[in-house]
């Protein structure tokens, strides 16, 4: 049994910070990427951010500059630091990784069950 567990969310004004962890843990072989999403309110699940064993990131359009997605292999631990927040950075945001178990040679996504942030006046 694999589980990512997110932490660090909550109430924040614009302009204000927040930073994200999400702890892998279980039967867990190795993990390929592991990256954030979020969703608000009627909208599609996004990606935000994400990161390669090899220290790639990539970042959605609308948080570049502002936010940074970070990580500790050795602690199976994936974050994100928030900068700069605005209103409309408002959703669950849900950590992801490319997992391969013991149970399942191949990889396969698991998903945490997300942290609210809410970003308001």
């Known amino acids: 049994q694999v589980q990512l567990v997110e932490s660090g969310g909550g109430l924040v004004q614009p302009g204000g910070s927040l930073r994200l962890s999400c702890a892998a843990s279980?039967?867990?072989?190795?993990?390929?990427?592991m990256g954030w999403y979020r969703q608000a309110p009627g909208k599609q699940r996004e990606l935000v951010a994400s990161?390669?064993?090899?220290?790639?990131?990539r970042y959605a359009d609308s948080v570049k500059g502002r936010f940074t997605i970070s990580r500790d292999i050795a602690k199976n631990t994936v974050f994100l630091q928030m900068n700069s927040l605005k209103p409309e950075d408002t959703a669950v945001y849900y950590c992801?990784?490319?997992?391969?178990?013991?149970?399942?040679?191949?990889?396969?996504?698991?998903w945490g069950r997300g942290t609210q942030v809410t970003v308001s006046s």
């Open positions: 992801n990784a490319g997992i391969r178990s013991f149970r399942s040679f191949n990889s396969n996504d698991y």
């Open positions: 990161t390669s064993t090899g220290g790639t990131t």
């Open positions: 279980g039967s867990i072989r190795s993990i390929d990427a």
